[in-house]
């Protein structure tokens, strides 16, 4: 019954060693978040994509990147992780249409640098 | 860009009182206002929201008001229970490349004492 699921729920990785989080979601939304929330503050977006158009937010490192290959899967790439950026990753779905819509959020992915 | 504040920080409430969370917004184009319960762990659950056309709105124990003029909304619930012990967010919600960007609150931790 999981809407929005997220793989793996906890990632371990290295300073530097490219990290992979993903993303599924049975809801058949047209778009898709990326949101990182650090220990005790609030869930800050990252980028989404409507369909495959891909949206940036102004402040994202560029470290994170981000692949969307079907309407059904997500993936956050982060390509030299720091010790900053262990943080609960989440992913959430909308409808778009140009209209605002109720984001559904995954149980999130926790990663830890070391 | 948009900026929420959110009040109190932390609440705590006997079981069967009512819990009040304000918070306030900066942009007057936002128009779309949920508010998520976040258990420890988990992802953020959206509990209610509101629309810039919509006053007010109830959902059985839970209520929230908006004041587009003074940009303020309200979350209420009301007869609390153990199990409404989480943090909660508001956010406020602009359209942007096709989703909906949003903007949360810095969270409410409520606890619902016995």
């Known amino acids: 019954d999981a809407m929005v699921i997220q793989n793996p729920r906890y990632q371990v990785t290295q300073f530097g060693k490219p990290v992979t989080l993903s993303c599924s979601q049975t809801?058949?939304?047209?778009?898709m978040y990326w949101y990182q929330q650090k220990s005790s503050q609030a869930p800050k977006l990252l980028f989404h994509?409507?369909?495959?158009?891909?949206?940036n937010e102004a402040d994202t490192p560029d470290n994170f990147q981000s692949r969307r290959p079907n309407t059904s899967f997500c993936f956050l790439d982060i390509r030299s992780p720091g010790l900053g950026d262990a943080a609960m990753y989440l992913c959430a779905t909308s409808r778009g249409e140009g209209l605002l819509y109720e984001q559904y959020f995954g149980p999130g992915t926790r990663l830890t640098v070391t | 860009g948009e900026n929420v504040e959110q009040h109190p920080s932390t609440l705590s409430v006997q079981e069967g009182d009512s819990a009040v969370i304000k918070c306030t917004y900066s942009d007057s184009a936002s128009n779309y206002f949920p508010w998520y319960k976040q258990e420890l762990g988990k992802g953020p659950q959206l509990i209610i929201d509101?629309?810039?056309?919509?006053g007010e709105k109830k959902d059985q124990r839970i209520a929230v008001t908006l004041n587009k003029t003074a940009k303020h909304f309200s979350l209420h619930i009301t007869e609390t229970q153990p199990e409404d012990s989480a943090v909660y967010f508001c956010?406020?919600?602009?359209?942007?490349?096709?989703?909906?960007?949003?903007?949360f609150g810095t969270g409410t931790q409520l606890k619902v004492e016995l």
């Open positions: 509101i629309r810039s056309n919509v």
């Open positions: 956010a406020a919600s602009i359209l942007t490349g096709g989703g909906n960007k949003l903007t």
């Open positions: 809801l058949n939304h047209n778009v």
């Open positions: 994509y409507y369909d495959k158009d891909f949206n």
